[in-house]
């Protein structure tokens, strides 16, 4: 039985105890260190045996939904089983003993599977080169717009500061273009879900650095227009940037460049299933077509005649530089590597076709149940969208009510009040993985908190009631900042 | 092996409910011009025997050389149990803890890595970590330039003693939005950041001041000196710190101009070497600077029923909701490194982490004394270090670490390309991993190496 | 319906402006503006003394879901903020038009006031859905 709640590690703590044994010995000799520079006091850490941490930290994880345990439908995130094999072959102790800086002739084993690699992430979208070294989907949207501005610049277009996005994208995208010091142009989306192609055309001009597009778009359809969207903005002398946050739903069925995309960023923590992690590490990895090649990012693997070797600004002068200290996390990337080789060209075609089968089975049940997804009339692509409008007007039961409600039945909630644009939403993305009983049975657990929306709408509203926690109050949080624990405060409103 | 579950009977169930006859109509609105016939350039599947088999070969051929390599990733003594229980699957395989009753765990562990990195910086709040060391200084410097508004310039002074690939990655990301990163030159005889390099500056418009303690070269700041002249100045203070030293060292916050960000590599709090990743960045700061501050945020409230839990705060700040004017893109923090850190500093304490520290600076010390003894080794700065050290040789560094390096040795890290000013030097560490005997093989290989080349 | 007091003018990006007693404007913002965030957690208002620009953005009010620019209905310079939004930011939410204040301005031109929306033409812009 899981704990329901478990005190700080720091009140575990005991003045003089300690892992001991996992201490160095005291040198003898004294420190070097002039005294007004020494610490006057020691920092504030728990003193505890190891098994009170073992404990601790075991009880803690027992309070977590994660894909191991529960399904964990949550869109635009990719929530796929991670195969343990992954982890346990990038964890080989020689590949974690090995020193970022130690010389490349110690380290060919992992640079050939970082190359292999960038050849096969080219391969599955259709650009001619990618840079593996930013460390998270955003780092590598920064990336890539940063090569789009680098590469106006570069022809002296200095003009080109605008980067166009559709209303309906994820907050990273003009987060991101503010980032690169470009100005954001939102454009709206049709009733279907398409870009709204007048709009777009009224939008580009001699000011368009680029747009960054989804596809398919966070509204879970395929951007049936893509080809017309690539000829303006190419037309107008923009770019086409693909935000990979979808790439699981197309994987061998069309190339991100063959739609006519200039620059991709992809989440190898979706797509290729690295973990989460409870919130990262992930990796964002970059292929470009042949305009950009030179404005990679660095560094980028090159095998010369046996031997591997990582290039650098002196190889690359026009470069946007590095993102990362080292190699970026090159950890995540050996495990993407080990998926890609365990599912081969065959095994990726399927990951497509299943994540949409999943998809689409879960919409006609959903549909067929009496809820109502966002466009009827449009297949699903790898997630689906339910807007919860109704429920919401009768009974006053929002879509983050049902969400909370699905925690009671063991299950995560799907994403919710994303996208922006459609009312009270869920956002259901089942991925491959997931078997064909455990998509009925969030069929039946969403049928169920429908009925009690209309029957006992109060436990709706108030759930979850069996998790280790009741809904907590965000507002306080915000409010009355207590961001690190205070040894001398007393805990708030703590239950005897 | 694509671990999809669904048996044949499955897939005909569930496309008849769908209503379409073939798994391939539901990709029928991409257009035909576009659609990929199959995927070449990918090969063939391999079963996990034989991927298993793959990559034994491949770790062999990194090996397990005696290191001496520092320069910000540090190969430290990693308690079993950190990773046993941080690679739980209910911590590695869980997502952001957006839906905060169903991620208590993961959200205690942020505020508790909060509180111990808070307290090891000497500042008020921390973050849940943002990606590295090197990309959490330039999101420090992006925050720096919020909090000093009233600065017009965007002009930066960075010491020249900061990692240079802090450095390198600070301009590649900072100059997007014209952020402007001088240089301030390190004195040559003690290789630390002189006040009076920073005098040239005074009545000048500076943005903010970027110091890294200890430096690059290992060398201890003067960080009194440095943060008070900024302070005088109402120039916030950046520093760039190594989070084991905080336990020997004054943490940024009690320096005698204080601090207003701080930042670090958290990789040696537990975190493998992994050819460079993925390790975490940590930052911390006042509580008046909170708002500007990137990345996520963990704190400790209320639930319906009065029990304390914790979930993500201040998300206002952030990309999912400020879009086009959120602090940063960032989205992830490095969570599951995190997890491995809050392990490790529980399990080290107070004295363990000073010990550690203690150890290596003892030992770096032991290996500078053996190795300035061989003709043609020198120590660069006579300044007192934590634990690392520049050496000067006779003759052109790459031969002898190549030299040493066939004997298994990994002797350090040829500074010619970032430093050719220092001549033949060679930046060392000896962390508490390193024993007598491990120093002494160091010292004698090196001796040869030297003498074989000179007799040669 | 949200409250529209009669005595105030509006703009279309839901502050409100009272003429005080010797031409200084109180300002602040919107019932219906802060029913749209919600609960109100942080008010980051602009220094005294500081001089806006009409439509400039001089401050931000955050809810834990939303954070709403602050844009100045006129031009003039900052005389005070209501300090006690920093400890009780919940007062915008309570009393938008009251205890909720967020600063006072002297405008450059005491005319520019007339210009902003009056009660019915802000009364309008709700309607219209011109939220």
């Known amino acids: ?496 | 092996m694509a671990f999809i579950p669904h048996t044949a009977a499955d897939v005909e169930e569930m496309l008849a409910v769908i209503g379409v006859a073939s798994v391939e109509q539901l990709f029928d609105e991409i257009p035909p011009s576009v659609r990929a016939r199959g995927l070449a350039g990918i090969g063939d599947a391999l079963n996990e025997m034989e991927v298993t088999r793959l990559m034994m070969s491949r770790a062999a051929s990194c090996g397990f050389a005696l290191s001496f390599i520092g320069a910000g990733a540090y190969e430290h003594h990693i308690p079993a149990a950190v990773w046993a229980i941080a690679a739980r699957g209910e911590f590695y395989s869980s997502y952001t803890p957006y839906q905060a009753e169903a991620s208590q765990g993961t959200l205690q562990a942020i505020y508790e890595f909060q509180t111990m990195i808070a307290s090891l910086s000497g500042m008020d709040v921390a973050n849940a970590s943002l990606y590295d060391g090197a990309s959490a200084f330039a999101e420090a410097l992006l925050m720096a330039a919020r909090i000093n508004r009233k600065s017009k310039s965007l002009r930066m002074l960075v010491s020249r003693a900061v990692h240079p690939h802090y450095r390198a990655v600070a301009r590649s990301i900072t100059s997007l939005q014209g952020l402007n990163l001088e240089e301030v030159e390190y004195d040559a005889a003690s290789g630390r950041t002189l006040v009076d390099s920073l005098r040239a500056h005074d009545g000048e418009d500076i943005t903010a001041l970027a110091i890294q303690q200890p430096n690059f070269f290992g060398v201890l700041e003067e960080v009194d000196g440095l943060s008070e002249w900024a302070r005088r100045r109402a120039i916030p203070v950046i520093a760039v710190v190594n989070p084991i030293s905080l336990a020997l060292l004054r943490p940024p916050g009690e320096w005698r101009g204080g601090a207003d960000v701080v930042v670090g590599e958290g990789q040696p709090l537990g975190v493998p070497l992994s050819s460079g990743g993925p390790y975490f960045g940590f930052m911390a700061t006042r509580m008046a600077h909170v708002r500007q501050m990137p990345g996520r945020i963990a704190g400790r409230t209320v639930d319906l029923a009065g029990h304390e839990g914790f979930t993500l705060t201040l998300q206002a700040r952030e990309q999912h909701i400020r879009r086009g004017r959120a602090t940063s893109n960032i989205c992830t923090n490095q969570g599951l490194m995190v997890t491995a850190a809050t392990l490790y500093l529980s399990l080290m304490g107070p004295q363990g982490l000073r010990r550690v520290a203690a150890a290596c600076h003892a030992r770096t010390r032991a290996l500078v004394e053996a190795l300035v003894r061989i003709p043609g080794v020198r120590a660069a700065f006579a300044a007192p270090r934590f634990h690392e050290a520049v050496l000067q040789l006779d003759r052109p560094v790459a031969p002898v670490l190549a030299a040493l390096e066939r004997r298994e040795i990994l002797a350090g890290l040829d500074l010619a390309p970032d430093y050719p000013e220092l001549g033949h030097a060679l930046l060392v560490c000896a962390t508490e991993t390193k024993t007598a005997a491990d120093i002494q093989v160091y010292a004698s290989a090196l001796g040869e190496a030297l003498e074989a080349r000179t007799a040669a | 319906m949200s409250r529209i007091p009669e005595d105030l003018r509006f703009t279309k990006t839901h502050e409100w402006v009272r003429v005080l007693p010797g031409g200084v404007v109180e300002v602040g913002i919107t019932d219906h503006a802060q029913d749209a965030l919600g609960d109100v957690v942080f008010v980051e208002a602009p220094e005294p003394g500081r001089r806006v620009a009409a439509g400039e953005s001089y401050g931000v009010v955050e809810s834990v879901k939303a954070a709403s620019d602050l844009y100045s209905p006129v031009a003039g310079e900052v005389t005070a903020v209501n300090g006690e939004l920093a400890s009780a930011p919940e007062r915008i939410n309570q009393d938008a038009y009251g205890a909720g204040w967020i600063a006072r301005i002297r405008p450059d031109d005491a005319a520019s006031v007339s210009e902003l929306l009056s009660p019915a033409d802000y009364r309008r812009l709700l309607e219209s859905g011109g939220g």
Request: glycine content about 8%; charged content about 20%.
């Open chain 1, 1 to 496: 039985m899981a704990p329901r709640q478990e005190p700080l590690i720091f009140q575990y703590s005991r003045a003089g105890r300690g892992a001991v044994d996992q201490w160095p010995r005291e040198p003898d000799t004294p420190l070097e260190i002039p005294r007004e520079l020494q610490r006057p006091r020691p920092p504030l850490l728990p003193e505890v045996s190891e098994l009170d941490a073992v404990r601790h930290f075991t009880r803690l994880s027992q309070l977590n939904f994660s894909i191991d345990t529960h399904f964990y439908p949550l869109g635009s995130c990719t929530m796929k089983y991670n195969p343990k094999a992954c982890n346990a072959l990038a964890t080989l102790p020689q590949f974690l003993a090995r020193h970022p800086l130690a010389p490349e002739s110690r380290g060919q084993g992992v640079l050939a599977c970082l190359h292999e690699l960038q050849e096969m992430l080219c391969a599955l979208t259709g650009m001619q080169a990618a840079a593996l070294g930013p460390m998270a989907g955003a780092q590598g949207e920064l990336a890539g717009v940063a090569m789009i501005l680098a590469h106006h610049r570069s022809r002296g277009d200095l003009a080109r500061r605008e980067i166009i996005v559709p209303q309906a994208a994820h907050g990273t995208n003009p987060a991101t273009a503010s980032m690169c010091g470009a100005t954001v142009r939102e454009i709206p989306v049709g009733a279907d879900g398409d870009v709204d192609i007048e709009a777009l055309r009224a939008a580009v001009g001699p000011a368009t650095a680029g747009i960054m597009l989804t596809n398919p778009s966070t509204l879970g359809v395929f951007e049936r227009r893509i080809v017309e969207v690539a000829e303006i903005v190419h037309a107008a002398g923009g770019l086409l940037y693909y935000d990979g946050a979808n790439l699981n739903a197309i994987l061998g069925k069309v190339r991100p460049a063959d739609m006519g995309f200039d620059v991709i960023h992809m989440n190898l923590h979706k797509t290729f299933s690295t973990p989460h992690g409870g919130g990262g590490p992930g990796a964002g990895a970059v292929g470009v077509g042949p305009l950009l090649e030179p404005f990679l990012p660095i560094p980028i693997v090159v095998r010369e005649a046996d031997h591997y070797r990582s290039l650098t600004e002196r190889d690359r002068p026009r470069t946007i530089g590095r993102l990362s200290a080292f190699m970026g996390n090159v950890g995540v990337l050996l495990r993407a590597y080990v998926y890609m080789r365990l599912l081969g060209s065959e095994g990726l075609s399927q990951v497509a076709e299943h994540a949409a089968l999943n998809a689409n089975y879960l919409l006609a049940r959903l549909a067929g149940a009496g809820f109502e997804v966002a466009y009827p009339s449009r297949r699903a692509s790898h997630e689906l969208i339910v807007t919860l409008e109704r429920q919401a007007r009768d009974s006053e039961v929002t879509a983050m009510d049902f969400a909370k409600r699905l925690l009671d039945y063991g299950m995560h909630a799907p994403t919710t009040y994303f996208p922006l644009l459609v009312p009270e939403c869920l956002l259901i993305e089942p991925t491959e993985t997931e078997s064909k009983e455990t998509l009925d049975a969030f069929v039946a657990a969403m049928v169920s908190i429908a009925r009690e929306a209309r029957e006992d709408p109060e436990r709706v509203r108030r759930a979850p009631h069996t998790l280790p926690v009741r809904r907590l109050d965000d507002v306080r949080a915000a409010k009355q900042l207590d961001l690190t624990w205070d040894p001398d405060a007393r805990a708030p409103d703590r239950p005897g």
